[in-house]
């Protein structure tokens, strides 16, 4: 990482890859299915470089940092039943 722009565990897991990314490898550290990543990428959801041609896909591993952390931080899971306001171990 250049400039210390990635902190903490997102750091330690992003020092694991190179800079340069495969679909798979990618997809691996976004933990999502390949399949979900492709579909973000058509959806134009997702950072990514094609090769001329078109087919072949490459990832920057900073820019796919950057862009999760761009994302909104609250948590829209629904799998606990448990929201912030009545979960009295949250507080």
Do not use: K
């Not at 210390?4 to 800079?19: D, I, K, T």
């Not at 087919?55 to 909104?72: G, H, N, T, V």
């Amino acid at each position: 990482m250049s400039g210390g722009e990635a902190r903490g565990p997102v750091a330690a897991l992003a020092a694991e890859f190179p800079p340069v990314l495969t679909t798979a490898m990618a997809a691996e550290l976004l933990q999502v299915h390949v399949e979900y990543l492709r579909r973000m990428v058509r959806e134009g959801r997702l950072p990514c470089h094609r090769f001329p041609g078109g087919r072949e896909m490459r990832f920057l591993r900073d820019e796919l940092i950057e862009w999760l952390a761009a994302l909104p931080g609250e948590d829209q899971s629904t799998s606990t039943g448990r929201t912030q306001l009545t979960d009295p171990i949250g507080a």
